[in-house]
Nanobody
Framework: QVQLEESGGGTVQAGDSLRLSCAASGRTFSSYVAGWFRQAPGKEREFVAAISWSGLSIYYADSVKGRFTISRDNAKNTVYLQMNSLKPEDTAVYYC???????????????????WGQGTQVTVSS
């Protein structure tokens, strides 16, 4: 079992950048696919980005493509989400998720992930 803890959230203005981190503990993280999801007030949780455990496969939601970058450092058991050109509609609680998967597999559905962090709030003001 793996435990996940997000950090790096905060309040920024539109156009600013933030980098979220997701630190994993408990087991070797290198065999886990990792994803970022977000949930805005009154809305369902939605997929943002995912990265295979090898780092070779990456997938983004259309809404963040070109602005957000997911990456990972398996030596540090950490996954990152670099968020640039933030918009007010990016305001949400951001969750890190992980699950065991083959080296090239990415997953985009909530039900495909067994392990979740507690979330970190990102607020973007206009």
């Amino acid at each position: 079992q793996v435990q996940l803890e997000e950090s790096g959230g905060g309040t920024v203005q539109a156009g600013d950048s933030l980098r979220l981190s997701c630190a994993a503990s408990g087991r070797t993280f290198s065999s886990y696919v990792a994803g970022w999801f977000r949930q805005a007030p009154g809305k369902e949780r939605e997929f943002v980005a995912a990265i295979s455990w090898s780092g070779l496969s990456i997938y983004y939601a259309d809404s963040v493509k070109g602005r957000f970058t997911i990456s990972r450092d398996n030596a540090k058991n950490t996954v990152y989400l670099q968020m640039n050109s933030l918009k007010p509609e990016d305001t949400a609680v951001y969750y890190c998720a992980a699950d065991v998967a083959p080296r090239l597999i990415v997953r985009t559905a909530i039900y495909e992930y067994d392990y979740w962090g507690q979330g970190t709030q990102v607020t973007v003001s206009s």
